[in-house]
């Protein structure tokens, strides 16, 4: 019963956590998508609203793919503490187990390059805006080629959430 109860702890949490992996990515896409209408020009204080939004969301994420990474390893883990073995799987659940697996690691190293490498560059380049000043054209262009940059990645990102999702529901799949 106890390996029960921990497995299904860890199972709400990983399900929490793998709803917050997909709904970030769709919310910051919905955020970018409405911010693209105003075409590749700076507007401040609209611009500072969709960096901070979007920026601000790098700590919520890193929490989810973390959860979602450890209650996944900490399921079989917990099995095998009471057990005394790892479950057994069809060839189908270890197919969608190895895929959905390999989709958490792109989305991690996609958040890797987005807030370690892009971010800290969209931050210094927008610290060089003023509210009541146009930017230089060269740092304007840099500024929306680097968020073009972001959106690609996280256009990547929500498709690997959903293959993250969709592989889950066949990781149960027995022959």
């Known amino acids: 019963m106890a390996e029960q109860i921990i497995h299904s702890l860890l199972l709400v949490l990983h399900n929490i956590a793998l709803v917050g992996c997909a709904a970030a990515p769709f919310y910051n896409r919905a955020l970018v998508l409405k911010r693209a209408q105003y075409g590749a020009k700076l507007f401040y204080e609209l611009d500072k609203v969709v960096e901070d939004t979007l920026q601000g969301n790098a700590p919520y994420c890193i929490v989810f793919i973390a959860t979602l990474?450890?209650?996944?390893?900490?399921?079989p883990l917990n099995h095998y503490a009471f057990i005394g073995s790892f479950?057994?799987?069809?060839?189908?659940?270890?197919?969608?187990?190895?895929?959905?697996?390999?989709?958490?690691?792109?989305?991690?190293?996609?958040?890797?390059?987005?807030?370690?490498?892009?971010?800290?560059k969209l931050r210094e380049l927008f610290a060089q805006f003023k509210s009541n000043e146009e930017p230089s054209p060269e740092s304007e262009v840099k500024f929306f080629t680097l968020r073009a940059k972001r959106k690609a990645l996280c256009d990547i990102c929500l498709k690997f959430a959903i293959s993250v999702l969709v592989f889950s529901a066949f990781m149960g799949f027995t022959l």
């Open 69 to 75: 990474f450890i209650t996944g390893i900490g399921m």
């Open 87 to 120: 479950k057994e799987l069809s060839v189908i659940a270890w197919a969608a187990v190895s895929l959905k697996l390999l989709s958490v690691f792109g989305m991690m190293v996609i958040m890797f390059i987005i807030f370690f490498q892009i971010n800290p």
